[in-house]
């Protein structure tokens, strides 16, 4: 297995997959490295083609301005835009040197699609994700 796809495994959303899954995952995988105050995702906008694991640093999500949370390593975003194909949800901003590893949102899809045992553990992650939304 690579390092790529020892970092990812190391992220809960990803640490069943077996390692066929992973280097299917990771063929087109790169990572990004970006220093602290830069913004990998902008809220209301397309931006970006991507589905990103944290791997080393912290990153701050705001939403209207406000931050929401914050990023560590394993960590992921952009799961809601690949999903719903719509404008990102929430800033993501580098809190500190920040390397993230980057899986085109077309990749990330067609895996989904290939991998059911994923497909519904991603699935339980978004209701986690908008369950205090709708409770709140």
Known sequence: MSSVADELKRAPLFSDLSGRQLRKLTANCRERTMEAGTSLVQEGAMSGVGFFVVVEGEAVVSVGGRE????????????????SER?????????TRLRCL????????????????????????????LQP????
């Open 68 to 83: 929401v949370m914050t990023l560590v390593p394993g960590d992921h975003f952009g799961e809601l835009a690949a999903i």
């Open 102 to 129: 980057e899986i085109p949102l077309w990749d990330f899809r067609e895996f989904v699609k290939a991998n059911g045992d994923f497909a519904w553990k991603l699935l339980q992650h978004v209701v986690d994700v």
């Open 87 to 95: 404008e990102r949800a929430a800033t993501v901003t580098a809190r």
């Open 133 to 136: 939304a709708v409770s709140g």
